[in-house]
Protein backbone atom coordinates (compact mmCIF):
# COMPACT_ATOMS: atom_id res chain seq x y z
CA UNK A 1 0.00 0.00 0.00
CA UNK A 2 3.20 2.70 0.50
CA UNK A 3 4.19 2.58 -3.42
CA UNK A 4 0.29 3.28 -3.85
CA UNK A 5 -0.23 6.64 -1.57
CA UNK A 6 -1.91 9.09 -3.05
CA UNK A 7 -0.27 12.38 -2.57
CA UNK A 8 -2.41 13.82 -0.51
CA UNK A 9 -2.31 10.39 1.63
CA UNK A 10 1.04 11.24 2.16
CA UNK A 11 0.43 15.06 2.86
CA UNK A 12 -2.00 13.63 5.66
CA UNK A 13 0.56 11.53 7.15
CA UNK A 14 2.84 14.44 6.97
CA UNK A 15 0.71 16.64 8.38
CA UNK A 16 -0.51 14.01 11.56
CA UNK A 17 3.01 13.17 12.63
CA UNK A 18 3.41 16.97 12.97
CA UNK A 19 0.36 17.63 14.68
CA UNK A 20 1.17 14.36 16.91
CA UNK A 21 4.73 15.55 17.86
CA UNK A 22 3.71 19.06 19.38
CA UNK A 23 0.44 17.80 20.67
CA UNK A 24 0.82 14.81 23.13
CA UNK A 25 -0.83 15.61 26.33
CA UNK A 26 1.30 17.12 29.01
CA UNK A 27 3.41 14.73 31.04
CA UNK A 28 3.07 12.22 28.36
CA UNK A 29 6.76 10.63 27.34
CA UNK A 30 7.16 7.60 25.59
CA UNK A 31 3.82 6.42 25.41
CA UNK A 32 3.01 6.62 29.27
CA UNK A 33 1.71 9.38 31.75
CA UNK A 34 4.98 10.06 33.51
CA UNK A 35 3.04 10.23 36.72
CA UNK A 36 0.59 8.10 38.68
CA UNK A 37 -2.71 8.83 38.42
CA UNK A 38 -5.83 7.55 39.76
CA UNK A 39 -8.26 5.96 37.26
CA UNK A 40 -10.47 8.73 37.14
CA UNK A 41 -8.19 11.42 36.52
CA UNK A 42 -6.55 8.85 33.77
CA UNK A 43 -9.79 8.81 32.53
CA UNK A 44 -10.54 12.79 32.33
CA UNK A 45 -7.00 12.95 30.60
CA UNK A 46 -7.50 10.41 27.56
CA UNK A 47 -11.37 12.25 27.39
CA UNK A 48 -9.44 15.28 26.86
CA UNK A 49 -6.90 13.96 24.57
CA UNK A 50 -9.74 12.27 22.35
CA UNK A 51 -11.72 15.75 22.26
CA UNK A 52 -8.12 17.52 21.28
CA UNK A 53 -8.19 14.95 18.13
CA UNK A 54 -11.56 15.57 16.87
CA UNK A 55 -10.57 19.53 16.78
CA UNK A 56 -7.42 19.31 15.37
CA UNK A 57 -9.81 17.08 12.28
CA UNK A 58 -8.25 13.54 12.63
CA UNK A 59 -11.18 12.05 13.90
CA UNK A 60 -13.87 9.88 12.44
CA UNK A 61 -11.68 10.11 9.14
CA UNK A 62 -13.63 7.24 6.80
CA UNK A 63 -17.18 7.97 7.87
CA UNK A 64 -19.27 9.89 6.10
CA UNK A 65 -19.58 14.04 6.25
CA UNK A 66 -22.92 13.89 6.78
CA UNK A 67 -22.39 11.53 10.16
CA UNK A 68 -19.48 14.08 11.45
CA UNK A 69 -16.59 12.21 9.48
CA UNK A 70 -14.19 13.80 7.07
CA UNK A 71 -14.98 11.35 3.89
CA UNK A 72 -11.54 9.97 3.63
CA UNK A 73 -10.81 6.17 3.21
CA UNK A 74 -9.85 3.07 5.32
CA UNK A 75 -6.07 4.37 3.92
CA UNK A 76 -6.40 7.46 6.11
CA UNK A 77 -7.80 5.27 9.66
CA UNK A 78 -4.70 2.77 8.80
CA UNK A 79 -2.46 5.86 8.47
CA UNK A 80 -3.59 7.50 11.75
CA UNK A 81 -3.54 4.11 13.83
CA UNK A 82 0.22 3.22 12.57
CA UNK A 83 1.63 7.16 13.26
CA UNK A 84 -0.48 7.31 16.65
CA UNK A 85 1.32 4.47 17.73
CA UNK A 86 4.85 5.70 16.38
CA UNK A 87 4.44 8.50 18.42
CA UNK A 88 3.37 6.58 20.95
CA UNK A 89 0.01 9.05 21.70
CA UNK A 90 -2.39 7.37 23.67
CA UNK A 91 -4.89 5.14 22.51
CA UNK A 92 -7.42 7.07 23.76
CA UNK A 93 -10.65 5.85 26.18
CA UNK A 94 -12.94 4.95 23.53
CA UNK A 95 -11.55 2.72 21.07
CA UNK A 96 -14.61 0.49 21.32
CA UNK A 97 -16.64 3.69 20.16
CA UNK A 98 -14.84 4.48 17.31
CA UNK A 99 -13.52 1.10 16.21
CA UNK A 100 -17.11 -0.99 16.90
CA UNK A 101 -19.80 0.42 17.58
CA UNK A 102 -18.91 3.41 14.51
CA UNK A 103 -18.83 -0.03 12.49
CA UNK A 104 -22.36 -1.24 13.59
CA UNK A 105 -24.28 2.29 13.02
CA UNK A 106 -22.65 2.88 9.90
CA UNK A 107 -23.60 -1.12 8.60
CA UNK A 108 -26.86 -1.26 10.37
CA UNK A 109 -27.69 1.85 12.05
CA UNK A 110 -30.92 4.33 10.99
CA UNK A 111 -30.18 7.33 9.73
CA UNK A 112 -31.70 8.90 13.44
CA UNK A 113 -29.20 6.80 14.81
CA UNK A 114 -25.96 7.58 13.06
CA UNK A 115 -26.88 11.59 12.95
CA UNK A 116 -27.10 11.43 16.25
CA UNK A 117 -24.64 9.20 18.00
CA UNK A 118 -21.41 9.19 14.89
CA UNK A 119 -21.03 12.85 15.61
CA UNK A 120 -21.03 12.59 19.51
CA UNK A 121 -18.37 9.46 19.22
CA UNK A 122 -15.66 11.67 17.04
CA UNK A 123 -16.09 14.32 19.58
CA UNK A 124 -15.78 11.78 22.29
CA UNK A 125 -18.72 13.54 24.35
CA UNK A 126 -20.11 9.60 24.44
CA UNK A 127 -17.80 7.13 26.17
CA UNK A 128 -19.01 3.78 24.91
CA UNK A 129 -18.37 -0.12 26.34
CA UNK A 130 -19.19 -3.28 24.80
CA UNK A 131 -21.77 -5.34 27.01
CA UNK A 132 -21.92 -8.54 25.26
CA UNK A 133 -20.19 -10.95 27.66
CA UNK A 134 -21.46 -12.54 30.70
CA UNK A 135 -20.51 -15.02 33.40
CA UNK A 136 -21.86 -18.09 31.47
CA UNK A 137 -21.47 -16.59 27.92
CA UNK A 138 -18.07 -15.50 27.16
CA UNK A 139 -17.01 -18.14 23.82
CA UNK A 140 -20.19 -19.13 23.78
CA UNK A 141 -22.42 -15.85 23.19
CA UNK A 142 -25.67 -17.32 22.15
CA UNK A 143 -25.94 -18.30 25.84
CA UNK A 144 -26.66 -15.25 26.87
CA UNK A 145 -29.42 -14.14 29.80
CA UNK A 146 -29.51 -10.77 30.33
CA UNK A 147 -32.90 -10.24 29.26
CA UNK A 148 -35.28 -7.45 27.24
CA UNK A 149 -38.93 -7.72 27.85
CA UNK A 150 -41.43 -5.03 25.80
CA UNK A 151 -43.42 -2.83 27.82
CA UNK A 152 -45.45 -0.21 26.75
CA UNK A 153 -43.38 0.62 23.74
CA UNK A 154 -40.27 0.17 25.55
CA UNK A 155 -37.54 -2.36 26.66
CA UNK A 156 -37.25 -3.39 30.58
CA UNK A 157 -33.92 -5.41 30.78
CA UNK A 158 -32.45 -7.62 33.33
CA UNK A 159 -29.22 -9.34 33.76
CA UNK A 160 -26.02 -9.29 34.77
CA UNK A 161 -22.84 -8.35 32.38
CA UNK A 162 -19.24 -9.32 33.32
CA UNK A 163 -15.19 -8.15 31.76
CA UNK A 164 -17.03 -4.77 30.24
CA UNK A 165 -14.05 -2.48 29.60
CA UNK A 166 -13.87 0.72 30.15
CA UNK A 167 -17.73 0.42 31.79
CA UNK A 168 -16.32 3.25 34.80
CA UNK A 169 -15.99 6.10 32.00
CA UNK A 170 -18.60 5.16 29.62
CA UNK A 171 -21.78 6.81 28.98
CA UNK A 172 -23.50 4.34 26.70
CA UNK A 173 -22.93 0.67 26.64
CA UNK A 174 -23.45 -1.68 23.01
CA UNK A 175 -25.52 -4.33 24.74
CA UNK A 176 -26.58 -7.83 23.32
CA UNK A 177 -29.84 -8.84 25.05
CA UNK A 178 -31.90 -12.05 24.71
CA UNK A 179 -35.62 -10.67 23.42
CA UNK A 180 -37.27 -13.82 22.68
CA UNK A 181 -36.81 -17.44 23.67
CA UNK A 182 -36.08 -19.16 20.01
CA UNK A 183 -35.12 -22.88 19.63
CA UNK A 184 -31.81 -21.49 17.65
CA UNK A 185 -29.91 -19.75 20.85
CA UNK A 186 -28.40 -17.50 18.03
CA UNK A 187 -31.44 -16.64 17.01
CA UNK A 188 -33.94 -13.93 19.57
CA UNK A 189 -30.94 -12.04 20.49
CA UNK A 190 -31.55 -8.43 19.74
CA UNK A 191 -28.57 -5.27 20.28
CA UNK A 192 -29.92 -1.93 22.35
CA UNK A 193 -27.89 1.27 22.64
CA UNK A 194 -28.16 1.82 26.88
CA UNK A 195 -26.99 4.99 28.28
CA UNK A 196 -24.93 4.25 31.35
CA UNK A 197 -26.77 6.69 33.76
CA UNK A 198 -30.10 4.88 33.27
CA UNK A 199 -31.63 3.94 36.76
CA UNK A 200 -31.16 0.26 37.56
CA UNK A 201 -27.20 0.18 36.42
CA UNK A 202 -24.78 -1.00 38.96
CA UNK A 203 -21.26 -1.22 38.13
CA UNK A 204 -19.07 -3.31 39.99
CA UNK A 205 -14.87 -2.67 39.29
CA UNK A 206 -12.44 -6.16 38.76
CA UNK A 207 -9.27 -5.04 39.92
CA UNK A 208 -6.46 -6.67 38.14
CA UNK A 209 -3.42 -8.69 39.37
CA UNK A 210 -1.50 -6.04 38.40
CA UNK A 211 -3.65 -3.38 40.41
CA UNK A 212 -5.12 -1.68 37.43
CA UNK A 213 -9.10 -1.95 37.12
CA UNK A 214 -9.74 -2.19 33.21
CA UNK A 215 -13.18 -3.37 33.71
CA UNK A 216 -16.19 -3.88 35.23
CA UNK A 217 -19.48 -6.61 36.25
CA UNK A 218 -22.25 -4.73 35.34
CA UNK A 219 -25.73 -5.31 36.43
CA UNK A 220 -29.03 -4.18 35.01
CA UNK A 221 -32.02 -4.31 37.35
CA UNK A 222 -35.55 -3.07 35.41
CA UNK A 223 -33.33 -0.81 33.24
CA UNK A 224 -36.07 0.94 30.77
CA UNK A 225 -35.10 2.15 27.64
CA UNK A 226 -36.73 3.04 24.33
CA UNK A 227 -37.46 0.46 21.83
CA UNK A 228 -35.65 3.64 19.15
CA UNK A 229 -32.50 2.24 21.09
CA UNK A 230 -32.44 -1.02 18.89
CA UNK A 231 -29.53 -1.38 16.48
CA UNK A 232 -30.65 -3.54 13.45
CA UNK A 233 -33.97 -5.48 13.34
CA UNK A 234 -35.41 -6.92 16.53
CA UNK A 235 -33.55 -10.44 16.91
CA UNK A 236 -30.88 -9.96 14.41
CA UNK A 237 -28.50 -9.18 17.18
CA UNK A 238 -26.30 -12.05 16.51
CA UNK A 239 -25.81 -11.16 12.72
CA UNK A 240 -24.69 -7.59 13.65
CA UNK A 241 -22.82 -8.70 16.82
CA UNK A 242 -20.49 -11.12 13.77
CA UNK A 243 -19.91 -7.93 11.66
CA UNK A 244 -18.73 -5.80 14.71
CA UNK A 245 -16.46 -8.86 15.76
CA UNK A 246 -14.82 -8.80 12.22
CA UNK A 247 -13.98 -5.06 11.85
CA UNK A 248 -12.50 -5.80 15.46
CA UNK A 249 -10.87 -8.73 14.20
CA UNK A 250 -9.54 -6.87 11.33
CA UNK A 251 -8.38 -2.84 11.55
CA UNK A 252 -7.70 -2.60 15.25
CA UNK A 253 -4.14 -4.09 15.81
CA UNK A 254 -2.47 -0.86 13.39
CA UNK A 255 -2.18 0.86 16.69
CA UNK A 256 -0.26 -1.88 18.82
CA UNK A 257 2.01 -3.46 15.64
CA UNK A 258 3.04 0.25 15.45
CA UNK A 259 3.09 0.82 19.47
CA UNK A 260 5.21 -2.54 19.66
CA UNK A 261 7.66 -1.15 17.25
CA UNK A 262 8.38 1.65 19.79
CA UNK A 263 8.47 -0.06 23.05
CA UNK A 264 10.83 -2.57 21.24
CA UNK A 265 13.22 0.14 20.64
CA UNK A 266 12.60 1.72 23.61
CA UNK A 267 13.31 -1.57 25.76
CA UNK A 268 16.52 -1.60 23.80
CA UNK A 269 17.74 1.70 24.49
CA UNK A 270 17.02 1.60 27.92
CA UNK A 271 18.35 -1.88 28.89
CA UNK A 272 21.44 -0.69 26.96
CA UNK A 273 21.44 2.69 29.28
CA UNK A 274 21.20 0.91 32.43
CA UNK A 275 24.08 -2.03 31.98
CA UNK A 276 25.84 -0.88 28.72
CA UNK A 277 28.51 -3.80 28.54
CA UNK A 278 26.02 -6.02 29.60
CA UNK A 279 26.41 -9.27 26.86
CA UNK A 280 22.68 -9.12 26.97
CA UNK A 281 22.65 -6.21 24.52
CA UNK A 282 23.25 -8.92 21.54
CA UNK A 283 20.61 -11.10 22.49
CA UNK A 284 18.36 -8.02 23.35
CA UNK A 285 19.03 -6.97 19.85
CA UNK A 286 18.36 -10.46 18.02
CA UNK A 287 15.15 -10.83 19.60
CA UNK A 288 14.11 -7.31 19.17
CA UNK A 289 15.04 -7.33 15.13
CA UNK A 290 13.08 -10.84 14.85
CA UNK A 291 10.13 -9.22 16.70
CA UNK A 292 10.70 -6.10 13.90
CA UNK A 293 10.58 -8.37 10.81
CA UNK A 294 7.62 -10.48 12.08
CA UNK A 295 5.62 -7.11 12.66
CA UNK A 296 6.33 -6.48 9.01
CA UNK A 297 4.90 -9.43 8.00
CA UNK A 298 1.63 -9.00 9.90
CA UNK A 299 1.65 -5.46 8.79
CA UNK A 300 1.69 -6.73 4.93
CA UNK A 301 -1.26 -8.98 6.37
CA UNK A 302 -2.94 -5.78 7.52
CA UNK A 303 -2.67 -4.34 4.58
CA UNK A 304 -4.25 -6.31 2.29
CA UNK A 305 -7.46 -6.67 4.34
CA UNK A 306 -7.64 -3.26 4.09
CA UNK A 307 -7.94 -2.69 0.29
CA UNK A 308 -9.93 -5.77 0.01
CA UNK A 309 -12.70 -4.20 2.59
CA UNK A 310 -11.98 -1.07 0.10
CA UNK A 311 -12.84 -2.73 -2.94
CA UNK A 312 -16.04 -3.89 -0.86
CA UNK A 313 -14.98 -7.70 -0.39
CA UNK A 314 -16.04 -9.25 2.71
CA UNK A 315 -13.30 -9.72 5.11
CA UNK A 316 -15.13 -12.18 7.31
CA UNK A 317 -13.22 -15.08 9.08
CA UNK A 318 -9.87 -14.13 7.32
CA UNK A 319 -9.76 -11.73 9.79
CA UNK A 320 -9.51 -14.76 12.54
CA UNK A 321 -5.89 -15.25 10.98
CA UNK A 322 -4.47 -11.67 11.92
CA UNK A 323 -5.94 -12.01 15.65
CA UNK A 324 -4.37 -15.58 15.69
CA UNK A 325 -1.36 -14.86 14.86
CA UNK A 326 -0.92 -11.11 16.09
CA UNK A 327 -1.74 -12.51 20.01
CA UNK A 328 0.61 -15.45 19.37
CA UNK A 329 3.60 -13.46 17.78
CA UNK A 330 2.92 -10.69 21.03
CA UNK A 331 3.04 -13.41 23.77
CA UNK A 332 5.80 -14.92 22.76
CA UNK A 333 7.81 -12.08 21.85
CA UNK A 334 7.33 -10.33 25.04
CA UNK A 335 8.30 -13.22 26.67
CA UNK A 336 11.47 -13.51 25.03
CA UNK A 337 12.32 -10.26 25.63
CA UNK A 338 11.24 -10.11 28.68
CA UNK A 339 13.42 -12.59 29.80
CA UNK A 340 16.65 -10.85 28.24
CA UNK A 341 15.48 -7.69 29.83
CA UNK A 342 15.64 -9.71 33.25
CA UNK A 343 14.23 -8.68 36.74
CA UNK A 344 15.79 -5.37 37.65
CA UNK A 345 14.15 -4.10 34.90
CA UNK A 346 10.50 -5.26 35.58
CA UNK A 347 10.70 -3.68 39.46
CA UNK A 348 12.64 0.29 38.49
CA UNK A 349 13.51 1.93 41.57
CA UNK A 350 10.90 5.67 42.29
CA UNK A 351 13.45 7.51 40.19
CA UNK A 352 13.45 4.87 36.82
CA UNK A 353 9.70 5.03 35.49
CA UNK A 354 10.88 4.40 32.24
CA UNK A 355 13.08 1.18 32.57
CA UNK A 356 9.73 -0.90 33.76
CA UNK A 357 7.64 0.22 30.92
CA UNK A 358 7.89 -3.28 29.16
CA UNK A 359 5.96 -4.84 32.35
CA UNK A 360 2.42 -3.26 31.20
CA UNK A 361 3.37 -4.61 27.49
CA UNK A 362 4.04 -7.88 28.66
CA UNK A 363 1.20 -8.52 30.95
CA UNK A 364 -1.33 -6.72 28.32
CA UNK A 365 0.03 -9.37 25.82
CA UNK A 366 -1.23 -11.97 28.20
CA UNK A 367 -4.81 -11.00 27.15
CA UNK A 368 -4.93 -11.23 23.75
CA UNK A 369 -5.57 -14.48 23.15
CA UNK A 370 -8.92 -14.22 24.69
CA UNK A 371 -10.64 -10.96 24.29
CA UNK A 372 -11.80 -10.39 20.77
CA UNK A 373 -12.40 -14.31 20.93
CA UNK A 374 -9.78 -16.77 22.33
CA UNK A 375 -7.43 -18.12 20.22
CA UNK A 376 -9.56 -21.66 20.38
CA UNK A 377 -12.48 -19.79 18.78
CA UNK A 378 -10.18 -18.22 16.01
CA UNK A 379 -9.17 -21.71 14.98
CA UNK A 380 -12.46 -23.31 15.16
CA UNK A 381 -13.14 -19.98 12.76
CA UNK A 382 -10.40 -20.54 10.17
CA UNK A 383 -10.81 -24.55 10.50
CA UNK A 384 -14.43 -24.81 10.20
CA UNK A 385 -15.22 -21.66 7.58
CA UNK A 386 -11.81 -21.66 5.59
CA UNK A 387 -10.71 -25.30 5.32
CA UNK A 388 -14.04 -26.87 5.77
CA UNK A 389 -13.31 -29.34 8.44
CA UNK A 390 -15.70 -30.80 9.97
CA UNK A 391 -17.05 -29.23 13.27
CA UNK A 392 -15.31 -30.26 16.53
CA UNK A 393 -16.83 -31.21 19.31
C1 LIG B 1 -8.69 -7.66 28.52
C2 LIG B 1 -10.09 -8.14 28.23
C3 LIG B 1 -11.06 -7.21 27.89
C4 LIG B 1 -12.36 -7.64 27.63
N1 LIG B 1 -13.32 -6.71 27.35
C5 LIG B 1 -14.59 -7.10 27.11
C6 LIG B 1 -15.62 -6.13 26.85
O1 LIG B 1 -15.36 -4.92 26.83
N2 LIG B 1 -16.88 -6.56 26.66
C7 LIG B 1 -17.20 -7.88 26.68
O2 LIG B 1 -18.37 -8.20 26.43
N3 LIG B 1 -16.27 -8.82 26.94
C8 LIG B 1 -14.97 -8.46 27.17
N4 LIG B 1 -14.01 -9.40 27.44
C9 LIG B 1 -14.42 -10.80 27.61
C10 LIG B 1 -13.97 -11.71 26.49
O3 LIG B 1 -14.70 -11.46 25.32
C11 LIG B 1 -14.17 -13.17 27.00
O4 LIG B 1 -13.27 -13.35 28.09
C12 LIG B 1 -13.89 -14.18 25.93
O5 LIG B 1 -14.86 -14.14 24.92
C13 LIG B 1 -13.85 -15.61 26.52
O6 LIG B 1 -14.98 -15.89 27.27
P1 LIG B 1 -14.87 -16.46 28.77
O7 LIG B 1 -13.91 -15.60 29.53
O8 LIG B 1 -16.24 -16.63 29.29
O9 LIG B 1 -14.16 -17.89 28.63
P2 LIG B 1 -14.86 -19.25 28.19
O10 LIG B 1 -15.71 -19.02 27.00
O11 LIG B 1 -15.49 -19.86 29.39
O12 LIG B 1 -13.61 -20.11 27.75
C14 LIG B 1 -12.75 -20.77 28.70
C15 LIG B 1 -11.74 -21.58 27.89
O13 LIG B 1 -12.43 -22.59 27.11
C16 LIG B 1 -12.08 -22.48 25.74
N5 LIG B 1 -13.22 -22.79 24.86
C17 LIG B 1 -14.48 -22.29 24.96
N6 LIG B 1 -15.26 -22.76 23.96
C18 LIG B 1 -14.46 -23.54 23.19
C19 LIG B 1 -14.66 -24.29 21.98
N7 LIG B 1 -15.86 -24.32 21.36
N8 LIG B 1 -13.61 -24.99 21.48
C20 LIG B 1 -12.39 -24.98 22.10
N9 LIG B 1 -12.15 -24.27 23.25
C21 LIG B 1 -13.16 -23.57 23.77
C22 LIG B 1 -11.70 -21.03 25.55
O14 LIG B 1 -10.85 -20.86 24.42
C23 LIG B 1 -10.97 -20.72 26.86
O15 LIG B 1 -9.63 -21.16 26.82
C24 LIG B 1 -12.70 -9.03 27.70
C25 LIG B 1 -11.71 -9.95 28.04
C26 LIG B 1 -10.41 -9.52 28.30
C27 LIG B 1 -9.37 -10.53 28.68
Not at 93 to 111: S, Y
Not at 269 to 285: H, Q, V, Y
Request: net charge neutral; glycine share 8%.
Amino acid sequence: MDFLLTKGQLEFRHRLRQWLQSNLPADWRNGHLKRAVDDAERGAILRAWEHEVFKAGFAGLHWPLAYGGHGLTLVEHFIYGEECGRAGAPEGINPIGRELVAGVLLHAGTEVQKKHYLPRIAACEDVWCQGFSEPQAGSDLTALTTRAVERDGKWVINGQKIWTSYAQHADMCLLLVRTSAEKKKSQGISMIMVPMNTPGITRRGIQQLDGVWDFNEVFFDDVTVPIENTVGAVGEGWRVSGAVLAIERATTRLYRQARYVHELQHAYRAACARRPSSENSDLLKQAVTQAYSQLLVLRALNVRFVGRIMAGEQVGPEASILKLCWSHFHQESTSAIAEILGEDHWFPKDDDLDCGRFLPVYLHSRAETIFAGTSEIQKDIISERLLEMPRGR
